[in-house]
């Protein structure tokens, strides 16, 4: 068989041995981190380019990917669409969040499974009509490994933007406006049921939903915004370790799946 190239994430598909399954974390300071938590064996790196760091790591003999997206649904889809083009089929997004519903803890883990589709990437790969939803499967696996490993976790619907300022109604920016659009944008989210922002679960759930791949979103809350904005170092690693392992206990499920 022909060996399958791709730019952007410099890797090939004899690099991935046949890799189904990837973790995709935005920062690629989480990338190794991510590949080292157990029951993960046997991590090392594949490649980094610009934003796009992957290692391989091991669940047995099942090889995962952990591939980091940057911020944002652009590059996020071109991670996505390249790593289907290798052969990936399962792919979970695991990053962190603001909540936007007052009984929501930081430490908690949100599991996406549908996104309001606030973004501009995924326009260009189904219509707006479209939905941005989460494989079921993926969002049971997410559950069932927070239940084991007593993680509070909330499935729901995430807003998911493009930009951090403007687009979730942010007023700490340089100029501190907000364009008219976006005001009051969060109390409507929130009458709405919307459990938070984050910036890359309608591109993932849109893109692998359009593709018939199964997609899903885990994202650790960092800071409640009805309570305060500022996120402390705390927070950050609380929300950031909890989603770390929800996302690799729900990894070791989907790969018997």
Known sequence: MAVRTV????LDSAKTEGAALALLPGDPGRVEALARTAPFERGRELACKR????????LGRTPVLVTSTGIGGPSASIAIDELAQLGVHTLLRVGTTGAIQADIDVGTVIVTT?????DGASRHYAPIE??????????QAAISAASALGIACRAGVSASCDTFYPGQERYDSYTGYVPRRFQGATEEWRRLHVLNYEMESSTVLTLT????L???CVAGVVVNRTRSEAITRADLE??????V??????MARLAGR
Do not use: F, N, S
Not at 130 to 139: C, K, R, T, W
């Open 51 to 58: 934003e796009y760091r992957t290692w391989i790591a091991y």
């Open 114 to 118: 549908g996104a309001v589709r606030l």
């Open 130 to 139: 479209y939905p941005a939803v989460a494989h079921p499967e993926v969002v």
């Open 238 to 243: 609380a929300g950031e370790t909890h989603a």
């Open 7 to 10: 730019y952007h994430l410099d």
């Open 214 to 216: 199964r997609g899903g």
């Open 209 to 212: 939903a359009a593709m018939g």
């Open 245 to 250: 392992r929800v996302a690799v206990g729900a």
